[in-house]
């Protein structure tokens, strides 16, 4: 693990550059409609696939740098908390109560059951 800290800078970077690409596609094809979609669907696959590395890899697994790159460097700058609260924040403040809602729900139950069946799957033979 002596250079684990240069595999996770470079899964961090890409994980950043995937999920600012992502944004960027999904508000033009939101068509006006402003809703944070991208932020609830890359938080929602990060949760899943965080579920299904943690069920698929050993413990000993986890401590490799591939491991690391993947998990703390990809899916660590690809699933973002600061956007989730901002935008929650912002519907907040705009006044738009359900899509809070429906958004902090949305990612406070589905992003939990999503990496239990990701650990589930992961864990299947």
Same mark, same amino acid.
């Given at each position: 693990?002596? *250079?684990?800290?240069?595999?996770?800078?470079?899964?961090?970077?890409?994980?950043?550059?995937?999920?600012?690409?992502?944004?960027?596609?999904?508000?033009?094809?939101?068509?006006?409609?402003?809703?944070?979609?991208?932020?609830?669907?890359?938080?929602?696959?990060?949760? *899943?696939?965080?579920?299904?590395?943690?069920?698929?890899?050993?413990?000993?697994?986890?401590?490799?740098?591939? *491991?690391?790159?993947?998990?703390?460097?990809?899916?660590?700058?690809?699933?973002?908390?600061? @956007?989730?609260?901002?935008?929650?924040?912002?519907?907040?403040?705009?006044?738009?109560?359900?899509?809070?809602?429906?958004?902090?729900?949305?990612?406070?139950?589905?992003?939990?059951?999503?990496?239990?069946?990701?650990?589930? @799957?992961?864990?299947?033979?």
């Amino acid at each position: 693990m002596r *250079y684990a800290w240069a595999a996770i800078a470079a899964g961090g970077a890409s994980g950043a550059v995937a999920r600012w690409g992502i944004g960027v596609w999904a508000t033009s094809a939101a068509n006006g409609f402003v809703f944070p979609y991208a932020t609830l669907v890359i938080n929602l696959v990060g949760a *899943y696939a965080l579920g299904w590395m943690s069920g698929r890899f050993s413990d000993r697994d986890k401590t490799t740098a591939a *491991y690391q790159a993947a998990a703390a460097g990809f899916l660590g700058a690809f699933t973002t908390m600061s @956007a989730f609260g901002a935008e929650a924040w912002t519907l907040l403040a705009d006044k738009r109560f359900l899509a809070a809602a429906a958004y902090v729900a949305a990612s406070a139950i589905a992003g939990p059951l999503l990496a239990g069946a990701g650990r589930r @799957a992961g864990a299947a033979p």
